[in-house]
């Protein structure tokens, strides 16, 4: 069975920097994408931007680049999201999410992760 | 980028009876070379991530209810759920992946009356 398992909660301060992982399980890594989504306290969905499991290739979305960075480890079926200079409103749940291609519905989603920034 | 728009924001509707939820696109998210529309329906329950429920626009996800089913195509949507049971209360979201950014619907919360 496909999982996506986020880290775990992080309170961070105005400035900060902070990285999420994302384990995979129940499928061939490098073979998908995942993607990275935030969800502000009582709010919609945002993408924040993709990765290629397979060649390491990033598509950031304009609001978010030169602040976030995307990568993945294939030996441990990992990826990780950092978002750096943080802001009060960066407080959300971000969620990772896979799909198949890179114009594509996602699924599964990851649990989760609060990331709160403030001082 | 593409805007998507959902209405209404909220709906309350008895057991049993028809929900209807709408998404426009401020684009067309169909596809000309294969004819498929480029879009997504999720439910999210509090405290979940978002569960897909439909992809292009009109296949239902394995699992998924048949009283679940997307219609539409080029910027106007429809997700219906025809007999509402208490385990569907939850918020509704469209999403188009024609283009990036990738982007979402503000979300439809459905209740029960």
């Known amino acids: 069975q496909v999982h996506l398992v986020q880290s775990g909660a992080e309170v961070k301060k105005p400035g900060a920097s902070v990285r999420v992982s994302c384990k995979a399980s129940g499928y061939t890594f490098t073979g998908y994408y995942i993607h990275w989504v935030r969800q502000a306290p009582g709010q919609g969905l945002e993408w924040m931007g993709r990765i290629n499991l397979n060649s390491g290739g990033t598509n950031y979305a304009q609001m978010f680049q030169g602040r976030v960075t995307m990568t993945g480890d294939t030996f441990i079926s990992t990826a990780y999201m950092e978002l750096s200079r943080l802001r009060s409103d960066d407080t959300a749940v971000y969620y990772c999410a896979r799909s198949k291609n890179d114009l594509d519905w996602f699924d599964p989603w990851g649990q989760g992760t609060l990331v709160t920034v403030s001082s | 980028d593409i805007v998507m728009t959902q209405s209404p924001d909220s709906l309350a509707v008895s057991l049993g009876e028809r929900a209807t939820i709408n998404c426009k696109s401020s684009?067309?998210?169909?596809?000309?070379?294969?004819?498929?529309?480029?879009l997504a329906w999720y439910q999210q329950k509090p405290g979940q991530p978002p569960k897909l429920f439909i992809y292009w626009a009109s296949t239902r996800e394995s699992g998924v209810p048949d009283r679940f089913s997307g219609s539409g195509s080029g910027t106007d949507f429809t997700l219906t759920i025809s007999s509402l049971q208490a385990e569907d209360v939850a918020v509704y979201f469209c999403q188009q992946y024609y283009s990036t950014p990738l982007t979402f619907g503000g979300g439809t919360k459905v209740e029960i009356k």
């Open positions: 684009q067309s998210v169909l596809y000309s070379s294969n004819n498929k529309n480029y």
